[in-house]
């Protein structure tokens, strides 16, 4: 069993550079299926979400080859099936792109219902709503695959998303690009890497306009063609580093940023007494000049707080004196991790959507697990505040979004190894 092993009690100091953002990844790798050419995606996470959804292109008969480390040759042009079915896409939550891609370029699409993180129900409803207002019939087989299918090419349409889904208003982008006519995407989610999906489109000649407001138009286009195409940086990884410096009172330049992505995180930092430095392309993080005061934050849809940072500032959280409050509005159940954060002595306590942190509460290492990928990140900037040694299980979660993540918080000056356990024995994994 593989466990990461974290001793605290040390500010982080130094720099990290942030990964192209896994959330677009996830949607723009699939997304060359639409492509009537091969494309080359640069500045690509290598985190295994990646290696995930490119292996489902290749069972597809796509041609995807690594050029190097960041970078992914993808040739879409011999895709043989609109049936993807496998283990594998089960394994994945944002194997749901691949209905909106598949129905895009061929009208028909057969994929199995996604998997991913836990924190509750997490309904596709507003997708098929989309897919069956653009022309497609959508049914559920077996319990297990949704199939959507068109009579010819998906048809231009007005779309009013009852809730504000990230997913849904890229499923649609996707399955729109191709369509006959205008679509028209109303409540659509504004979130940054929804506005680099549409930038991916419109390179290889979509016509895509609105991304970044609650109203987008698609019109429609017969033909695709291939581009070189560079991701944009990681908004959550980059706000995860940027709470771990703060919980542990430390002072970070964190490279390779937009910092307009990260607003709402750095108003809060600021709030809080963190000095924030902001440069073109990189953002400083300075704990060490105040003592940090409590804050609440309420997750949002962007410009929001985003739910993904929300795990990782509760671990913020916990490290500053009196009542913090944390709103969760955008999933019903996120807060199955609180009960790890309770295991090592702090003191939060869950009201419905609400998590109410008594901070400054004294952390003691203990046992913990990461619950799912933002929870597993929330773990660690836990453990960095621990004077001892605190093991954290269930790491894949971890290594399904965070690129090399113990080497970028050793360059921090962070005590922190990967470890294989058999029974009594350990042994440290070098990446
Ligand atoms: N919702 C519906 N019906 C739908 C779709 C969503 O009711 O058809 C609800 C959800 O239940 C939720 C809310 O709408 O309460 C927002 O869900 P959204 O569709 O925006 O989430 P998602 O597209 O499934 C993506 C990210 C998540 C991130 C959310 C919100 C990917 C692969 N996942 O999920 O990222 O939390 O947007 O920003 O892009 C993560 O990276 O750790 C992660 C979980």
């Given amino acids: 069993m593989e466990k990461f092993v974290v001793n605290g009690g040390k500010p982080l100091f130094g720099e990290v550079n942030i990964s192209g953002a896994k959330n677009a990844a996830v949607a723009i790798i699939p997304a060359v299926i639409l492509c009537d050419e091969p494309c080359q995606i640069e500045n690509i996470p290598n985190i295994s979400d990646v290696s995930l959804i490119s292996r489902i292109l290749q069972q597809l008969g796509a041609n995807v080859r690594r050029i190097n480390k960041s970078s992914l040759y993808i040739d879409p042009t011999h895709i043989r099936t609109c049936n ?28 199995a219902l996604p998997g991913g993180c836990n924190f509750g129900v997490r309904p596709i409803d507003q997708h098929l709503k989309g897919f069956e207002a653009l022309g497609a019939e959508t049914r559920l087989v077996d319990g297990a695959i949704i199939e959507a299918k068109c009579n010819g090419k998906p048809v231009g349409t007005h779309i009013y998303l009852d809730v504000v ?7 649609i982008m996707l399955a729109a690009c191709k369509a006959e006519g205008q679509t028209i995407i109303e409540n659509a989610a504004k979130e940054p890497h929804i506005v680099d999906l549409a930038n991916f489109l419109n390179s290889m000649g979509a016509d895509i306009r609105g991304a970044g407001t609650d109203v987008i138009k698609v019109r429609g286009v017969d033909y695709l063609h291939g581009v070189t195409y560079s991701i944009i940086p990681d908004q959550i990884e980059a706000g995860t580093y940027m709470c771990a410096a703060a919980a542990t009172r430390g002072c970070i330049t964190v490279n390779n940023v937009t910092p307009k992505h990260l607003d709402s995180i750095t108003v809060k930092l600021r709030e809080m007494g963190v000095k924030i430095t902001e440069y073109d392309e990189s953002i400083q993080v300075d704990a060490t000049v105040k003592p940090l005061k409590r804050c609440n934050i309420k997750t949002m849809p962007h410009p929001g707080f985003p739910t993904d940072c929300q795990p990782q500032f509760t671990a913020l959280l916990m490290s500053v004196p009196g009542t913090s409050i944390v709103n969760e509005s955008v999933w019903d159940n996120r807060y199955q991790y609180i009960s790890q954060f309770v295991n090592m002595g702090a003191q939060i306590s869950v009201e419905g959507r609400l998590a109410i942190i008594e901070g400054g509460a004294p952390l003691t290492a203990a046992p913990v697990k990461a619950t799912d990928l933002r929870a597993g990140a929330a773990m660690i900037i836990a453990a960095l505040q621990i004077n001892g040694t605190t093991e954290i299980s269930n790491i894949q979660f971890i290594e399904r979004g965070y690129e090399n993540v113990i080497d970028k918080f050793k360059a921090l000056g962070a005590d922190i190894k990967k470890v294989y356990f058999t029974g009594d024995n350990e042994a440290e994994l070098r990446a």
Avoid: D
């Fill in 165 to 171: 889904s990230v997913g849904a208003t890229m499923n």
């Fill in 84 to 111: 993807a079915t496998t283990e594998l896409v089960r394994g994945m939550r944002a194997s749901y792109y691949l209905l909106g891609a598949l129905l895009g370029k061929y009208g028909n699409a057969k994929v």
